[in-house]
T-cell receptor, first 113, second 114 residues
Framework: GDSVTQMEGPVTLSEEAFLTINCTYT??????LFWYVQYPGEGLQLLLK?????DKGSNKGFEATYRKETTSFHLEKGSVQVSDSAVYFC????????????FGQGTELSVKP | DGGITQSPKYLFRKEGQNVTLSCEQN?????MYWYRQDPGQGLRLIYY???????QKGDIAEGYSVSREKKESFPLTVTSAQKNPTAFYLC?????????????FGSGTRLTVV
């Protein structure tokens, strides 16, 4: 079945460091791909998405490129801030499954000043 | 502004009691979802509904029940049959069949058994 695998956390970085959170997926066809962010005690917020191969989603300095050849959707940011500390979830959606989102297990990011 | 409202934010339940978590949306979305989140873990799907008066079990439906009598509302009841109900519960919605859109999530309800 479809699945999403994220790198394990927690990831701890210093402020202004470069961030990469790896995400790979298993799915047939052409799923849509998403990154969500969850701040402590809150729900999930959509961070960015990509709906077809080679698309790049971007928002708030974060970017991710839909790579069909490597079935990946890695999240990157050039310079993280303390306020980026949160849990990040990668997810996919396939149209022939009623569009249910399948989530990775989440990666906790902690940014130190 | 449109969004999803979950209430209450914190809920305490005694052993053997049923409790109902509220989820209301004014986004005119057809599909609604309930997820459970445990510390350090991902999201597990409990129930979902794609249209009014219809819903399907997710991966961990045992001990839970739902109803979908109105498009705007999708309440979740945690019954006494749920052995370990302490968790963070998240409700989400999306326009049905628009699979290129992500979900919109509520802010969650934290349920604790005392």
């Amino acid at each position: 079945g479809d699945s999403v695998t994220q790198m394990e956390g927690p990831v701890t970085l210093s402020e202004e460091a470069f961030l990469t959170i790896n995400c790979t997926y298993t799915a047939t066809g052409y799923p849509s791909l998403f990154w969500y962010v969850q701040y402590p005690g809150e729900g999930l917020q959509l961070l960015l998405k990509a709906t077809k191969a080679d698309d790049k989603g971007s928002n708030k300095g974060f970017e991710a490129t839909y790579r069909k050849e490597t079935t990946s959707f890695h999240l990157e940011k050039g310079s993280v801030q303390v306020s980026d500390s949160a849990v990040y979830f990668c997810a996919l959606s396939r149209s022939n499954q009623g569009g249910k989102l399948i989530f990775g297990q989440g990666t906790e990011l902690s940014v130190k000043p | 502004d449109g969004g999803i409202t979950q209430s209450p934010k914190y809920l305490f339940r005694k052993e053997g009691q049923n409790v109902t978590l509220s989820c209301e949306q004014n986004l005119n979305h057809d599909a609604m979802y309930w997820y459970r989140q445990d510390p350090g873990q991902g999201l597990r799907l409990i129930y979902y509904s794609q249209i009014v008066n219809d819903f399907q079990k997710g991966d961990i439906a045992e001990g839970y029940s739902v109803s979908r009598e109105k498009k705007e509302s999708f309440p979740l009841t945690v019954t006494s049959a749920q052995k370990n109900p302490t968790a963070f519960y998240l409700c989400a919605s999306r326009q049905h069949r628009v699979t290129t859109d992500g979900y919109t999530f509520g802010s969650g309800t934290r349920l604790t058994v005392v």
